[in-house]
């Protein structure tokens, strides 16, 4: 009895003096109680299991020492102390559940230190025993739902460590299952608790968005931080964690969608983080981390050099209190690595570049190559590299870079956006050193991601702002093909690497007259799946992602069975693969496809005919002009500015520099003869200017020797030309003078009216009229429309631009959910429908470019702003031309008659002609 009182003694007394550390927290406090407790349990032998309770309390004494002071001897001898009361404790002990997910916490924070992968097993493996038993308890007890809510919460941060080590993405998910379960059962009379399992929902969503960029994924993130700040107790020691995961959340949806008051909420949460965190406590890091990296996009949009260098000793500070093997040192070094160079770019301090490449090098030493992190690091320091070769300054070793190249090679997990950032990275370092097959391998990789990046799951915003990343990779990778003398990879790989949203919305409209002949039923559900894909595609507002999201992401695995079950079907083995050279070249068989490159290192032409493809060197094509006259040609035109008047002098200037840079030797290379049929197709900020009216004042024009069209790719053209033409024509006719917040537009209702005297069926939509869903539903039973109205552009997110109606704008993403029929011709008279986002000229979003994908043939669209009057002048010459026949393939022979009456009249105002543009066949 006398011994029964003693243990009973030793194990209360430890558990008390526990609380009064816990009370005051002070670390004297925790070593009193650790040296007290050591000497009371040093008194029994080894293997009593009568003290197995104060060997427990000792064990989460010293992994409380390590959390705050970072000693990893504790954390050894914490395991100890717990395996060894596990040890002595009988299965049937109601708080051995409690040892089990302590030892597995232990386990996961030496794992987190020293990487060790028997660590991390151990951590999953007792996480899991202690979920289980857990599991046994009385589940109508309170008390056993909390503790079995807690073990489910504490394994979510064991399966988030083992992603993070091997980039397995079903543990995020598992993890997030078990939290889910957590919030589900557990009795909610524990705020803190309750704190723990929302922060740790906080971080799934967050892990998964910065997986697949997916807005809803994010939005539910900020979601449940801001539920876990809220039940937070203000001491809690998780309180900091919990603040750092909240700003780093409203810190993407600042990059994600632009608005300066989620940053400066992710600041103010990132400064309060770091105010709650104990100063040498190394979960302190993060937050530092975090709110460096919130600093450099405060620079990025203020432009203030005193945020860039708060970024950095941020950043610094975050290194100085993480330990050498601690494993997040990587990504704390990595956000040093990138400031530091943003700040070299901007003074050119040779100091700076050193400190960027020394902490690149460091963060990639420290990361495993099966991390998922490990693609994007070595991204990072190619950049830093290439930064500095740039600025003149002596290269990195040539060995170095291509051992760097073939350590790419091996990071398998990273996911599709590091893989195709790294492999772009490393690609333009590669071929700055004049390694030219590596580079080529490097470029081709990161379009062949590009697909995987924008998954089908995601909302069309979402696809543009992951592709928006990748701005002139297609132009690098065939500059790289170009200069192999692949010409046919030239083309391939341009036509793999542009339009990618479009070309998935392709897919989904596949003829599937011939499978319909083998199998009805695989038929029928592609049909559906790829219907009701579209509709959801085009969510993009933070009210609905969150909604269609879980929805839309089941229809894209449905969606990738179904395409593996048709490839089963004999004679659909190639079903939606993407097609040849050979049999692209279907498309042009009546003329020239011009694909027009400028890389860093060359400019070139590729011309694919019906039978032949060729290249022509444009030794005058240099990327810097195109990027000097692209902006100079945006902001005049109002897409980088407030501004909506076109200059005419800087048009004049830009269509000269086309002429002598571009158009002139193309048009050599084509020769004389009877009148060419052009399709231009640009890459990266080609795209923004006016190929197709390149010439010298009063001298040679491209409107004097071809007749020009545009399409971003063979594919696109190739389904323009099997679109079934119409066979009747209906006319829709949209205008608006009075438009609600704009100015008014006189001549709009009169350039419409003069399509009702025809020979065929018309209806006339005029002001209040021209709703949204009046306009789209009769879209779906005409077969010709014109639209005399504004539209509104939105560079950034070219997706959520539209046409400007009564009620609203008619957006790009609901016009290309429509599936029309015998669509013919669609003439936009409104300002710049032609005119895609400046980071997304290969992607080709715009006004002009989904109403061919929503069905019509033909479309005619504008590059900039038109004014009213010549807008109405414009449309009158273009339908004088047209017979009053269903079909309108005399559309572009009558468009290109227009600007030229429209020059002769003209001849100094550009603005005024060489803005109207054609597409389709």
Known sequence: MRRAFR?????????????????????????????????????????????????????????????????????????????????QTPVTYGGRG???????????????????????????????????AA????????????????????????????????????????????????????????????????????????????????????????????????????????????????????????????????????????????????????????????????YLSRFGRTGNPSDLDTSIDWGRQAVAVTASDDRDLGNRLTTVA???????????????????????????AATPIESPESARRLGILAGAYLAGMRAGFEPPDRSEVVLLSERFSKAVDSPPTHRAYGAYSLGLL???????????????????????????????????????????????????????????????YAELGRTVLLSAQLD?????????????????????????????????????????GPRRRALSAEWDEIVRRIRQVDGFEHFLARAPLTDLRQAVNDGTAVLVNAGNLRGDAVLVRAGTTESVRLSELKLSDVNHYAESLAEATGQRTRSTDSDPRLLTEILEWLWVSVTEPVLDALGEGAAHRVWWMPTGRLGLLPLHAAGLPGGPSVMDHVVSSYTPTLRALLHSRRQQPADVRRQLSVALERTPGQRELPGAVAEASHLSGGDFESRSLVDGAATTDTVLSALRTTTWAHFACHAFNDPATPSQSGLALHDGLL???????????????????????????????????????????????????????????????????FYDQLADTPQADHAPFALHQVCRTLRSEFPGRPDLWAGLVHSGP
């Open 135 to 294: 599991r046994e308890l009385k589940p109508g007890r309170a008390r056993s739902r909390q503790f079995l809510a807690m073990t489910l919460s504490n394994l979510t941060l064991a399966y988030f460590a083992r992603f993070e080590r091997y980039g397995t993405v079903a543990d995020v998910r598992t993890a997030i299952e078990c939290a889910e379960q957590a919030l589900e059962i557990h009795p909610a009379k524990s705020p803190a608790d309750l704190s723990e399992i929302l922060t740790n929902l906080c971080s799934g969503q967050l892990r998964l968005y910065l997986l697949y960029g997916t807005s809803s994924d994010l939005q539910r993130a900020i979601e449940w931080g801001e539920q876990a700040k809220w039940t937070t107790p203000s001491k809690h020691p998780e309180l900091g964690g919990t603040l750092s995961n909240l700003s780093l959340a409203y810190l993407w949806r600042y990059d994600r969608h632009g608005d300066p008051e989620d940053l400066e909420v992710s600041i103010e949460h990132g400064e309060r983080a770091a105010r709650v965190f104990p100063a040498e406590m190394p979960a302190r890091g993060a937050a530092l981390s975090n709110l460096g990296t919130a």
């Open 430 to 492: 590669l071929g700055e050193l004049d390694i030219r097959q590596p580079a080529r391998r490097m470029l081709r990789e990161a379009i062949q991601a590009l697909p995987a990046v924008a998954l089908r799951e995601l909302t069309w915003g979402d696809q543009e702002y992951l592709l928006g990343r990748f701005s002139g990779l297609v132009a690098e990778c065939v500059s790289a093909e170009l200069d192999d003398g692949d010409v046919v990879g030239a083309v391939e």
């Open 338 to 364: 990138i400031a530091c160079q943003r700040r070299f770019e901007r003074n050119h301090e040779h100091a700076d570049l050193r400190v960027a490449v020394e902490s690149a090098e460091r963060a990639l």
């Open 508 to 548: 989904t409209r596949t003829d599937l007259t011939d499978l319909e002949d083998v199998s009805r039923s695989l038929a029928s559900r592609f049909r559906e799946l790829g219907a009701e894909l579209g509709h959801l595609a085009p969510a993009a507002r933070r009210s609905d992602v969150a909604s269609v």
């Open 811 to 877: 957006r790009v993403s609901a016009i290309g959910a429509l599936r029309l029929e015998k669509a013919e011709l669609a003439y936009l008279s409104a300002c710049s429908t032609a005119r895609t986002g400046w980071d997304h000229t290969d992607e080709a979003i715009h006004l002009a470019s989904v109403f061919q994908l929503a069905g019509y043939r033909h479309v005619v669209g504008v590059l900039w702003p038109f004014e009213d009057g010549l807008a109405q002048v414009a449309a009158r010459l």
């Open 7 to 87: 243990t009973g003694y030793v194990n209360a007394r430890t558990a008390a003096e526990y609380q009064k550390f816990e009370n005051t927290g002070r670390l004297e406090d925790l070593r009193k109680m650790i040296a007290h407790g050591e000497e009371m349990v040093g008194a029994f032998p080894q293997d009593d299991e009568d003290i197995s309770v104060a060997r427990h309390n000792l064990a989460i004494a010293y992994l409380t020492l390590f959390e705050h002071a970072g000693d990893s001897a504790a954390l050894d001898i914490a395991i100890q102390y717990e395996e060894s009361a596990i040890s």
């Open 98 to 132: 409690g040892m089990l997910t302590n030892l597995s916490g232990a386990y996961l924070r030496r794992f987190e230190f020293g990487s060790l992968d028997a660590d991390l097993a151990a951590a999953v493996g007792w996480g899991e025993q202690a979920v289980a």
